[in-house]
């Protein structure tokens, strides 16, 4: 069983500031929002829209880059 965060989109709390770097990320999930340490293999700055790709133990998610379609409202918190 995946866990319900994968393949959400949220918004960077905290920059990424390269490799091995954490951050923060916001995600809304079962009906409210939830922050989640964040790592990316590149700098992502705070603000940004983001795509959780996978999920580890502690509350640790890798994210990549997330650009909206116009008409696709997941990003928004």
């Known amino acids: ?35 989640y340490i964040a790592r990316a293999d590149q700098v992502i700055d705070t603000g940004a829209s983001v795509l ?8 640790i998610v890798d994210v990549v880059p997330w650009i909206p379609l116009p008409d696709d409202h997941r990003g928004d918190i």
Request: glycine residues 16%; hydrophobic residues 40%.
């Open 52 to 59: 959780v790709v996978a999920v580890h133990p502690g509350r």
């Open 1 to 35: 069983m995946s866990d319900p965060v994968l393949g959400l989109t949220g918004t960077l709390t905290t920059p990424i500031r390269g490799e091995h770097m954490l951050g923060e990320v916001l995600v809304a999930i079962r009906g409210g929002t939830e922050l």
